[in-house]
C-alpha cells in the first residue's frame, strides 16, 4: 500500500486588493496549497481552488489564527493614503509577529517612498534611504521594521514596485480609474507633474510573478528586490502608446499643481496625493537589474502588457467611457 503524498507547503496571502488574488492565482498554478486573508466578504477576487479567511489585519490574534500551518506569508496589504499615519507601522508589527509565531517566511510588497529624490533618479537596492514625504518616512520605519525583524528569527525578503499599471490596477496614481474612462473616450491623460520626465511603472502581474519568485526560490530569501520593471519612458511617450493600443491619439495633460493643492483643501485623499508629486517633476528610475541577473526574467514587454490592459480596461470601464464622452 503506497503512502500518501507529503501535504503541500501552505503560502498565505494577505490583501485582495490590486496584487493578491494575482499571487494567489500564481501560487495556485504552481500546485501549493493557498489561503487569502482580506478583512472583507470575498467576491470574484477569491480564485478556484484557494482558501479564503475573513481577518482584520490590525486584529494580532485574528492574524495569528489566519497565518497557522503557513510556510510563507506574503504581505500585499496596504492602508488607504489618509489611514498610514495610524495603521502603517501597527499593521507592519502585527504582520510581523504573526509570521514570527508561525515560523513564516515573510515576503513583503513595498513601494519606493523611503528613497525620496534618488541621485539623478535612479534607484537600485543599494540607494540610501533618504525620504523627502512624511509617507515616505513612514515606509522606511516599517522597511527598518522588517529588516530587524530578520535578527529575531524570521526570513523576511521585501519586492520594491513602481507605480501600477494593469489590468486590475485601480488605485495606480496616473493609470487608474480616472484615466481609463477618459482615455476610452479619446480625452488626455493627466499627469502629476512633467510628463516627460523618465518614469518607472510596474506591470502589475510582473509584480506579483516577481513576488511568488521571492516566495519560492531560495535565492531571494532575506534579500531586497527591486521587482522586474521596463526601462523608465516620459509618462507623455506611454500613454501616447497606450492611445496606439486604443487606436486612436491620445495626449497628456499637466494637472496643474495649484489646483491640486486647492482641491487638498476640502479633500483629505487629494492632499495626500499632493504631497507624492515630487516623483513626477524629475527622473523616478527603477533599476531591477540584480533580479534580472539572478532569476533570468525581466519585465513583460508594454507590446504584450498594454493590449492586454486595454482589452481589460474595454470591459471594465465601457460604462464609464460613454459617461466621460
Known amino acids: 500500500m503506497s503512502s500518501p503524498p ?43 481552488g484557494a482558501e479564503g479567511v475573513q481577518a482584520d489585519v490590525l486584529d494580532r490574534a485574528a492574524l495569528a489564527a489566519a497565518v497557522r500551518g503557513a510556510a510563507v506569508v506574503y504581505h500585499c496589504v496596504n492602508p488607504v493614503y489618509t489611514a ?11 504582520v510581523i509577529a504573526a509570521a514570527t509565531g508561525a515560523g513564516a517566511h515573510l515576503v513583503v510588497l513595498d513601494n519606493l517612498y523611503m528613497y525620496g529624490r534618488a541621485p539623478e533618479g535612479r534607484m537600485t537596492e543599494a540607494t540610501p534611504v533618504a525620504p523627502c514625504s512624511r509617507k515616505g ?25 513602481s507605480d501600477f ?48 519568485t521571492l516566495g519560492t526560490d531560495p535565492r531571494a530569501r532575506d534579500r531586497l528586490w527591486h521587482l522586474p520593471v521596463n526601462p523608465a519612458t516620459s509618462t507623455r511617450a506611454l500613454i501616447a502608446d497606450v ?10 495633460t499637466r494637472f496643474p499643481p ?49 493590449p492586454a490592459t486595454v482589452a481589460w480596461a474595454r470591459g471594465h470601464y465601457r460604462a464609464g467611457a460613454r459617461a466621460a464622452a
Open 243 to 252: 492611445g496606439r493600443a486604443l487606436g486612436h491619439p491620445l495626449a497628456a
Open 165 to 212: 499599471i494593469g489590468a486590475g490596477a485601480h488605485q495606480a496614481a496616473v493609470f487608474g480609474d480616472r484615466f481609463w474612462p477618459r482615455a476610452l473616450a479619446g480625452k488626455p491623460g493627466e499627469v502629476f507633474g512633467d510628463p516627460d520626465a523618465l518614469h518607472a511603472y510596474s506591470y502589475i502581474p510582473d509584480v506579483a510573478a516577481g513576488l511568488i
Open 137 to 161: 518616512e513612514l515606509r522606511a520605519r516599517a522597511s527598518a521594521e522588517l529588516i530587524a525583524a530578520r535578527g529575531r528569527g524570521v526570513a523576511v525578503t521585501i519586492g520594491r514596485a
Open 84 to 94: 498610514w499615519a495610524k495603521q502603517l507601522l501597527p499593521l507592519t508589527d502585527g
Open 258 to 306: 495649484w489646483l491640486l493643492r486647492g482641491l487638498g483643501v476640502f479633500s483629505p485623499m487629494l492632499r495626500e496625493v499632493a504631497e507624492m508629486t515630487y516623483q513626477w517633476q524629475a527622473p523616478f528610475i527603477l533599476d531591477d537589474s540584480r533580479y534580472r541577473a539572478t532569476f533570468g526574467v525581466g519585465a513583460t514587454p508594454w507590446a504584450e502588457a498594454l
Open 6 to 48: 507529503p501535504p503541500r507547503p501552505l503560502h498565505v496571502v494577505f490583501g485582495a486588493g490590486q496584487i493578491g488574488p494575482l499571487v494567489a492565482r500564481g501560487l495556485l498554478a504552481r500546485g501549493l496549497a493557498v489561503r487569502l486573508v482580506r478583512r472583507g466578504r470575498f467576491g470574484a477576487e477569491l480564485p478556484a
